[in-house]
């Protein structure tokens, strides 16, 4: 557990990191990504070269006997949710940390996106059960606020329900939202929830894994242990077969959740706990432009 003067470290840390992407890598690529509802008339004003003739106001125009164009400003008031999984899983990492760690940086980046676009942003923790509910909001000490629950928040349970945290957002958010799962999907059974929220919101799951969650170290005999079901089992990782096994069931794990986002018209990406997530959402939202 961090320590108060850790955790205000930290958030300054991730502060200065979190601005420095969302200012120069990620400010036009969120904003083109992610539009608003729709345009509003602003003004007129004179015409000038460039401008597309199909804005011409042409009362205005006849009126003063020089061309006017229409200006239009972009209705943006967007509401971003971050749903956060802060199961025991989360807490496994061998490289460069845990997956935890991984989600809070990317947490704290998509909400200084957010704020840095005027748009609103909130979080709900889940485990098996809704952890903690954060409502959005616009603001800088909004993001902070989130940023120091995303270090310090401990989950009160050790499972997983992503079909819970997806009911709780079907049934508790009205307005359509951008809707950022960061999770390791280690699940089963959510398939119809993440439908019914990908018809309502714009939804974007994030999948954390770990270098060990798809490859086994050939350490021979040893005993692992389920963090959140706490069941053991022992396994001879020197075993090509059994590796080969392993592997293959992330793979299929993997297959699974990607058939299960796309019948669902939601994105998945795809992190490892040593990759660079900043090219892995540049590329993201560049696509989606």
Same mark, same amino acid.
């Given at each position: 557990m @961090?320590?108060t003067a850790?955790?205000?470290k930290k958030?300054?840390?991730?502060?200065i990191?979190?601005?420095k @992407?969302?200012?120069?890598?990620?400010?036009?690529e969120?904003h083109?990504?992610?539009?608003?509802?729709?345009?509003s008339?602003?003004? =007129?004003?004179e015409?000038?070269?460039g401008?597309?003739i199909r804005f011409i106001?042409w009362? =205005?125009?006849?009126?003063?006997?020089h061309?006017?164009?229409?200006?239009f #400003?972009? #209705?943006r008031e967007?509401?971003?949710?971050l749903l956060?999984?802060?199961?025991?899983s989360s807490?496994?990492?061998?490289? /460069?940390?845990?997956?935890?760690d991984?989600?809070? *940086?990317?947490g704290?980046?998509?909400?200084f !996106?957010?704020?840095n676009?005027?748009?609103k942003v909130? =979080?709900?923790?889940?485990?098996?059960?809704?952890?903690?509910?954060?409502?959005?909001k616009?603001?800088k000490?909004h993001a902070l606020?989130?940023?120091?629950h995303?270090?310090s928040?401990?989950a009160?349970?050790?499972?997983?329900?992503?079909?819970?945290?997806?009911?709780?957002?079907?049934?508790?958010? $009205?307005?359509r939202?951008?809707v950022?799962?960061?999770s390791?999907?280690i &699940?089963? +059974?959510? #398939?119809?929830? @993440?439908?019914v929220?990908?018809k309502?919101?714009?939804?974007?799951?994030?999948?954390?894994?770990?270098?060990?969650d798809?490859q086994?170290?050939?350490?021979?005999l040893?005993?692992?242990?389920?963090?959140?079901?706490g069941?053991?089992?022992?396994? &001879? !990782?020197?075993?090509?077969?059994?590796?080969?096994?392993? *592997?293959q069931?992330?793979f #299929?794990?993997?297959?699974?959740?990607?058939?299960?986002?796309?019948?669902?018209?939601?994105?998945l990406l /795809?992190? $490892?706990t040593? *990759?660079?997530?900043?090219? =892995?959402?540049?590329k993201?939202f560049? +696509? $989606? !432009?």
């Open positions: @961090l320590t850790e955790i205000l958030v300054k840390e991730l502060e990191k979190s601005k @992407l969302t200012q120069h890598i990620f400010t036009g969120y083109s990504a992610f539009k608003g509802r729709g345009m008339f602003r003004e =007129v004003r015409y000038a070269a401008d597309d106001d009362n =205005v125009s006849a009126r003063f006997n061309p006017f164009s229409k200006l #400003e972009e #209705e967007l509401s971003v949710l956060v999984d802060d199961s025991a807490a496994f990492g061998t490289v /460069h940390g845990r997956k935890k991984m989600v809070t *940086e990317i704290a980046v998509l909400a !996106s957010a704020i676009n005027n748009d909130g =979080v709900v923790f889940f485990s098996d059960i809704i952890e903690k509910y954060i409502p959005p616009k603001g000490q606020y989130i940023v120091r995303l270090l928040f401990a009160k349970r050790k499972g997983t329900s992503l079909t819970t945290a997806l009911r709780y957002l079907n049934n508790s958010t $009205r307005q939202s951008i950022f799962i960061l390791d999907f &699940d089963t +059974g959510f #398939e119809d929830a @993440l439908k929220a990908g309502k919101h714009d939804v974007v799951g994030i999948k954390i894994y770990d270098k060990m798809m086994l170290p050939p350490i021979g040893m005993q692992v242990q389920d963090s959140e079901t069941a053991t089992k022992w396994i &001879d !990782s020197s075993d090509f077969l059994t590796r080969q096994q392993y *592997e069931a992330f #299929e794990h993997t297959e699974i959740c990607k058939n299960i986002f796309t019948k669902a018209g939601s994105d /795809h992190i $490892r040593d *990759e660079d997530y900043v090219k =892995v959402l540049q993201f560049i +696509g $989606r !432009s």
